[in-house]
């Protein structure tokens, strides 16, 4: 569950949208393969 979490709904997901904050794009790429990796 905090894999979905992390990767399409905080991060990557339509609640922050790279086209809204400069910031999210740069970080959703990094924690997003930080917690997939050890997750799975």
């Known amino acids: ?3 979905q979490r992390v990767g399409g709904t905080v991060l990557g997901g339509p609640r922050i949208g ?3 904050e400069p910031t999210p794009p740069s970080r959703a790429p ?3 393969r930080r917690p997939v990796r050890p997750s799975r």
């Open 1 to 3: 569950m905090s894999e």
């Open 18 to 20: 790279p086209n809204r």
């Open 30 to 32: 990094a924690a997003h």
